[in-house]
T-cell receptor, first 110, second 113 residues
């Protein structure tokens, strides 16, 4: 399975934008890029996903590099409730199966 | 009510005991998954099922078994629990009709003494 590399942790100030990077240099042409986050004491929750084009939804934006070897999750205005572990995951065509790495722990300072 | 419900939420047991963790979902999804999370680590896939008659091993299936009793129910069993199975267990559901989003339960914390 293609793997992803994320920083272990990042800090942000409240109400500022946050850019969470992810490298996936061995991504295949059919792999979707998914982002999930896990709030303390909860199960992971879906944030956003994309294939080639940049994507926006109510939670975040996903910027995908032209060569698809990296992507960035953008939280436009971080809040204290955004403090969580963010996972960047590649998903192939079959089965919805997700392979989780270590993720990035985002800390948001007031 | 939660879309994906796991029971029990917390369980303490002793080595050698049989344990069952249950998962039920109200989303009408065909696909269900069991993951395990150890402290400070990401989730690892134990078993998954694409429909009632389909069961597949995941990355770390040794020591575990599953049963898909109905489309909405997927249970995970530890036939003879051991201490290194102490972990947080998550059930998830997904649909073949969507682009891959999974919905997770709130987790079952299992401690094996």
């Amino acid at each position: 399975d293609a793997k992803t590399t994320q920083p272990n942790s990042m800090e942000s100030n409240e109400e500022e934008p946050v850019h969470l990077p992810c490298n996936h240099s061995t991504i295949s042409g059919t792999d979707y890029i998914h982002w999930y986050r896990q709030l303390p004491s909860q199960g992971p929750e879906y944030v956003i996903h994309g294939l080639t084009s940049n994507v926006n939804n109510r939670m975040a934006s996903l910027a995908i590099a032209e060569d698809r070897k990296s992507s960035t999750l953008i939280l436009h205005r971080a809040t204290l409730r955004d403090a969580a572990v963010y996972y960047c995951i590649l998903r192939g065509n079959a089965g919805n199966m997700l392979t989780f790495g270590g993720g990035t722990r985002l800390m948001v300072k007031p | 009510d939660a879309d994906v419900t796991q029971t029990p939420r917390n369980r303490i047991t002793k080595t050698g005991k049989r344990i069952m963790l249950e998962c039920s979902q109200t989303k009408g999804h065909d696909r269900m998954y069991w993951y395990r999370q150890d402290p400070g680590l990401g989730l690892r896939l134990i078993y998954y099922s694409f429909d009632v008659k389909d069961i597949n091993k995941g990355e770390i299936s040794d020591g575990y078994s599953v049963s898909r009793q109905a489309q909405a129910k997927f249970s995970l069993s530890l036939e003879s629990a051991i201490p290194n199975q102490t972990a947080l267990y998550f059930c998830a559901t997904g649909s073949a009709l969507t682009t891959g989003e999974l919905f997770f339960g709130e987790g079952s914390r299992l401690t094996v003494l």
